[in-house]
């Protein structure tokens, strides 16, 4: 071998770093597409509407997103176990109305109370069935979701439920800082669920029984508490969720939480996770969630029809999982 021919084998190739930064800074966007579409989004809303970016307008944004957001929370840990649930409008609407009229509404606490029990037994129900009964989640859901409206319209008769407290509506309508508390709340849970499914060992079962159950099993996570965990947590998110839709609306309604289930869905999957469990980010479920309020949200300003609003943002989801999708397919390959 000549000295040539070694010097050139050995000598550090000077274009190498470049070439890695670009290629983990081409996996770092990749890896943020759900933010990507939600920064494109924002623009665009901007372009199109004048009042979008009004103080009055955001502040309405974040109300209309919080409750949905902490729904589709709910629906994110479900997901990552390996399941879904489409019962968590009805649930909200159940946990709804009861925190409003169950004991006249007359105190606060009860009905934060009221509500979090609600969600907590039937979310509790759906684990145990899911978990215990191998049944599948979507026929379990499915069958809640029918029984939880029914026993909300049941309950109210198709009236509105009007609570005592004059304090109920505090909650729901307050700002610190000119910020929403209902915000504050969504931010909070988030982080929290964040803190659970990434830094303590539940979170890491939840993410192991929704990759691969037997396998999870085999390696000694106990998969049926685990699930019934996971389902008990979700109920107490949107029975949370109940409270706070019927503060902010000042009354339990008997369409309290109508579709709920479909927006937070698609919020989950828009974010990033994957139907089949075992991975997705929380931040990708607020951005998720984000997404479809800015969506929701600039179409209200530009008057479409609220004839064509759905059509519309079924399109625009559409749009949104298929770049989701593309993003995914990019990340894979990346790696």
């Not at 915000?183 to 982080?191: E, P, S």
């Not at 339990?252 to 469990?277: C, K, W, Y």
Request: one cysteine or more.
């Amino acid at each position: 071998m000549t000295v040539t021919e070694k010097t050139a084998r050995t000598a550090p190739d000077a274009g190498a770093a470049p070439r890695a930064w670009a290629g983990r800074g081409g996996a770092w966007l990749r890896n943020q597409y759900p933010l990507l579409i939600l920064v494109a989004l924002v623009v665009l809303a901007a372009m199109l509407s004048d009042a979008f970016l009004s103080t009055r307008n955001l502040e309405n944004l974040v109300l209309q997103m919080s409750v949905i957001g902490i729904v589709a929370l709910a629906q994110f840990i479900v997901v990552v176990s390996g399941g879904i649930d489409i019962s968590v409008g009805s649930v909200l609407g159940l946990a709804c109305v009861l925190s409003a009229g169950l004991f006249g509404g007359s105190s606060v606490i009860v009905s934060v109370l009221v509500a979090l029990g609600v969600g907590a037994l039937l979310g509790a129900v759906n684990g145990f069935l899911v978990a215990f009964r191998g049944l599948e989640p979507f026929i379990v859901t499915l069958g809640m979701l029918a029984l939880a409206r029914g026993l909300v319209y049941a309950y109210t008769e198709g009236v509105p439920v009007r609570p005592a407290d004059p304090a109920f509506t505090v909650a729901g309508t307050a700002t610190v800082l000119g910020v929403p508390v209902l915000g504050i709340l969504w931010v909070a849970v988030a982080v929290g669920m964040a803190f659970l499914l990434r830094r303590t060992v539940f979170g890491r079962r939840v993410y192991a029984v929704g990759s691969t159950r037997e396998a999870a099993h085999a390696s000694g996570v106990p998969v049926r508490g685990t699930l019934l965990a996971v389902y008990v947590i979700a109920g107490l998110l949107v029975g949370l969720g109940g409270f706070l839709l019927a503060s902010r609306v000042g009354a339990g309604t008997p369409t309290a939480g109508t579709l709920f289930e479909l927006d937070a869905i698609a919020a989950v999957v828009i974010g990033g996770a994957r139907l089949a469990g075992g991975q997705g980010r929380v931040f990708g479920a607020v951005v998720g969630t984000a997404i479809f309020g800015v969506i929701t949200n600039l179409l209200v300003l530009l008057n479409v029809s609220t004839f064509l609003q759905d059509a519309f943002r079924g399109a625009l989801i559409l749009l949104a999982v298929a770049l989701a999708t593309i993003g995914r397919t990019g990340t894979r390959r990346g790696h």
